[in-house]
């Protein structure tokens, strides 16, 4: 790639520069111009097409069109990186670099339970309490001019008596819907006094109240008796819902448009999402969910929801016959059914399930299609720190690239974390966005580079559907992409421990008919009596140390008794150089079944099986759904579950991982070849330090066995006290 001095300004400069860079990503060349122009212009305009909007229950984002329709490669989006760090670096950022980890913690929604803030714990007066409400409904009532049909009056500290003065009846007659969340009401009486005289209310918010939290179940009875219209409690369905509630979860009735006494004919039937996921929904069939009020429904989402069995045939048979569904996700095993196949033999209209397409579950009868049905999602208790909370789920949002010149071939991989646009695309089998990271050097050298990923459409899409990437672009099932989808949802644990218990079989059985040593014939230096030997060798320190007499060097490798050399001897090079097998080399015909650790492992697997003095191992890239199977059945007995990832073929520990997260192992495969090898967590200490002790031992022959060691030898110790801290881990 030529590069400029001066800094990029014209098209055809960026072209020049980024050529290989514009092939790489991927990106149709019909945008290259486009990205041109918003990379010299800094232009970050995804948020005038796009809106990020929370999803199960808050834990996770997607990201929503919000333009008309976007045809297929009609645009590029830029989107920054949040967060650019090396793993062994991630730990000391998130407590040193103000922000961060706060930010980090919002993107991957694990600062839920952070509104205890000091404002948040200021005690007000009654008289300021009521004073603050009172300026909240009188602005709300001004604003719907006097007919409020939506009053929010939500975390201003309201008691049992602020909400018995307001008067909200006789200033707000006509509402619809009345959110009281998070304030001091705790009394059941003064509740159901004030909410039942709204006998047209259709939905009520009382959540994080103390009446809701002491006497939740006698409250609801209460007010369900009262309030016979009410569609929608404390979120939940009721089961008087209808239009209204379902016209909720489509986006037709809001705060805009909450509607009215008399809903129009067909409100529905312009609604073509519906995302019905947690609505504590028993029965859906009424009057409301049907092909004639839904003609243009098209994704439907039914996760979470305690479906009676008695309800199941009939609701089956109703979603057949929606003209338009094509999209539906659910539990599974669930309701609907104990697989993805079972449901899709239901319900042969869909095109798609939980994300993956109906016809690749057919022609695969993968069990792990199910895999995309339950996400992976972050747990954290509420005293843990934020970056210890982010180091855990980061691992769901983490991509990848290394930056690797001759100088530094083996340097360890960047990880980025993507900025809250970027981060709120959810995966799909069949995505309609694709993502790739792209090096921008504006003065054309790799010095001024800086990094973004970019966005483009490679679907037609419209109006409020969801935009989704693949996480695993590129890999299928001969790269194990079932097994590597865990790495972010739940996937069927019964299958991968099978899959481990195959493997172990396997193992134990060639451990009783491990091969006996047979004897081989040894060549010996000595048959060449008192003659000088030549020596070959492209090691200085060898041509400088060894001076001894005997030996003599030379220059052809074909005319040396003994070659030593650091370039790998194979057969290639023996036609090239004329070596032969009567000359000494100092390498072990296919020495990389002990040299590297990949090979090692499978070595001592096929020879011995599952010796007590080697740890499990796995080699992630053959053996990974074995190594889950494993993972889980530790989970499951309770056992020490942590883990060491060692890199196939590097040396002093880099992009070497200690981890006990399943997500990480997995996602940590993007950095290059791996084994996963059960931690020891109990070894040999001195004085609370690990060491080791490193000898230098040449083998001279295995039968009988001949070796030499050198008298110089190295103890390494810690510097360190061993802990199984988990932040001792980085």
């Not at 040999?684 to 330090?689: C, D, S, V, Y």
Request: glycine share 4%.
């Amino acid at each position: 790639m030529s590069a400029t001095a001066n800094r990029i300004e014209t098209y055809e400069d960026f072209v020049k520069v980024h050529g290989y860079l514009l092939a790489a990503s991927g990106l149709p060349q019909s945008l290259h111009r486009q990205l041109f122009q918003k990379l010299l212009s800094d232009s970050f305009d995804g948020g005038l097409h796009f809106q990020i909007e929370p999803t199960e229950d808050g834990r996770q984002r997607r990201l929503v069109l919000t333009s008309d329709s976007m045809p297929e490669n009609s645009d590029v989006f830029l989107i920054d990186h949040a967060w650019t760090f090396r793993l062994s670096e991630a730990s000391k950022q998130l407590r040193e670099v103000p922000g961060l980890a706060e930010r980090m913690a919002s993107i991957m929604c694990v600062d839920t339970d952070l509104n205890s803030s000091s404002e948040g714990n200021q005690v007000l007066s009654e008289g300021d309490v009521k004073r603050s409400v009172l300026e909240v409904l009188e602005n709300e009532i001004s604003e719907a001019n006097g007919n409020v049909r939506w009053l929010e009056l939500e975390e201003l500290d309201m008691d049992n008596e602020t909400l018995s003065s307001l008067g909200l009846s006789a200033k707000c007659p006509g509402l619809f819907a009345l959110s009281l969340c998070g304030n001091k009401i705790d009394n059941v009486e003064v509740v159901v006094q004030e909410v039942s005289k709204f006998k047209n209310l259709r939905a009520l918010w009382l959540n994080n109240n103390p009446v809701v939290q002491n006497r939740g179940n006698e409250l609801e009875k209460k007010v369900l008796q009262e309030l016979p219209n009410l569609e929608i409690y404390n979120s939940k369905f009721t089961s008087n819902f209808g239009e209204w509630a379902l016209g909720f979860c489509g986006g037709v009735y809001d705060k805009v448009n909450p509607g009215s006494i008399d809903l129009p004919d067909r409100p529905l039937q312009q609604v073509t999402d519906l995302d019905l996921s947690d609505r504590c929904i028993q029965n859906l069939i009424n009057k409301a969910f049907t092909p004639f009020q839904l003609p243009c429904l098209s994704y439907l989402n039914l996760r979470g929801n305690p479906l009676e069995e008695t309800s199941v045939g009939d609701l089956l048979y109703v979603l057949k016959n929606f003209p338009s569904l094509q999209s539906l996700e659910v539990d599974i095993p669930g309701p609907l059914g104990e697989s993805a196949l079972e449901i899709l033999e239901s319900l042969p209209n869909l095109s798609i399930l939980n994300g993956v397409n109906a016809s690749k579950i057919f022609e695969t009868e993968k069990h792990v299609v199910d895999s995309v049905i339950q996400p992976r999602l972050p747990e954290w208790s509420a005293d843990e720190p934020l970056a210890d909370r982010v180091i855990n789920a980061m691992w769901l949002y983490l991509m990848t690239y290394r930056l690797a010149d001759e100088e530094k071939i083996d340097e360890t991989s960047v990880l980025y974390v993507m900025d809250e646009l970027g981060s709120a695309l959810r995966h799909s089998d069949e995505p309609n966005f694709r993502v790739a990271p792209f090096l921008f050097m504006p003065e054309g050298t790799v010095a001024s580079a800086v990094s973004f990923c970019i966005l483009w459409p490679i679907k037609n899409i419209e109006k409020g559907y969801e935009c989704t990437r693949d996480y695993l672009f590129g890999i299928g099932e001969d790269k194990q992409r079932s097994a590597r989808l865990t790495a972010w949802f739940h996937t069927p644990e019964k299958y991968f421990i099978r899959e481990y218990e195959k493997h172990r079989k396997n193992l134990q059985a060639k451990s009783l008919t491990s091969p006996s040593m047979e004897s081989c014939p040894t060549k010996s230096l000595n048959d060449s009596e008192s003659r000088t030997l030549r020596v070959y060798s492209d090691i200085p320190q060898v041509e400088e140390l060894l001076t001894r007499p005997e030996f003599v060097f030379t220059t052809d490798p074909k005319d040396a008794d003994i070659i030593w050399t650091g370039e790998q001897v194979d057969e290639d090079m023996k036609k090239a150089t004329g070596i032969t097998d009567y000359q000494f080399i100092n390498q072990f015909p296919y020495e990389a079944c002990i040299v590297m650790k990949h090979h090692l492992a499978e070595t001592v697997q096929k020879a011995l099986g599952s010796p007590e003095w080697m740890q499990p191992t796995y080699n992630l890239e053959t053996h990974l759904s074995q190594l889950i199977g494993d993972y889980c059945v530790r989970k499951r007995d309770g056992l020490n579950n942590l883990w060491i990832l060692k890199p196939w073929n590097m040396a002093r520990t880099i992009d070497t991982t200690v981890t006990d997260n399943l997500s990480a192992i997995i996602r940590l495969m993007e950095t290059g070849p791996k084994i996963c090898q059960k931690y020891i967590e109990h070894p040999a200490l001195f004085k609370g330090k690990k060491f080791d002790i490193r000898y230098i031992v040449l083998l001279r022959s295995l039968n009988p066995l001949e070796i030499f060691l050198s008298d110089t030898f190295w103890v390494r110790l810690a510097n360190n006290q061993y802990s199984l801290d988990k932040h001792s881990f980085f």
